[in-house]
Nanobody
């Protein structure tokens, strides 16, 4: 069975940094990987996407310049580096896996995540001033 395991969340102060990890098992890992987040009372929103075999990453405008996504095919791992964190970044962050073609059409700002078949349990990020 496909399994995604996130880690790396925590509580930081404004302008702090965190690195989230997502380890994938049970799949050949030639897929489209993405990070989503959901704050209390808000809709889930796409944050970033990357093909596990490389290629240009896609980052949501709301976090561009602060967040980066990177994947390591050999380690079956995708990371989301969060820098210059703000209070509005507070949310549960989820790793998601979809079929390879999903990456061709993924737009973070308009995706509800339905194109991704597998999800992790989430890791909480809390930013305080």
């Amino acid at each position: 069975a496909v399994r995604l395991a996130e880690s790396g969340g925590g509580s930081v102060e404004t302008d702090g940094s965190l690195r989230l990890s997502c380890v994938v098992s049970g799949t050949p890992f030639s897929n489209c990987m993405a990070w989503f987040r959901q704050a209390p009372g808000k809709e889930r929103e796409g944050v970033a996407q990357i093909r596990t075999t490389g290629g240009t990453a896609v980052i949501a405008d709301s976090v561009k310049g602060r967040f980066t996504i990177r994947g390591d095919h050999a380690k079956n791992t995708v990371w989301l580096q969060l820098n210059s964190l703000r209070s509005e970044d507070t949310a549960m962050y989820y790793c998601a896996l979809g079929n390879y073609p999903v990456c061709r059409t993924f737009v973070p700002e308009s995706s509800d995540g339905s194109e991704f078949a597998h999800w992790g349990q989430g890791t909480q990020v809390t930013v305080s001033s």
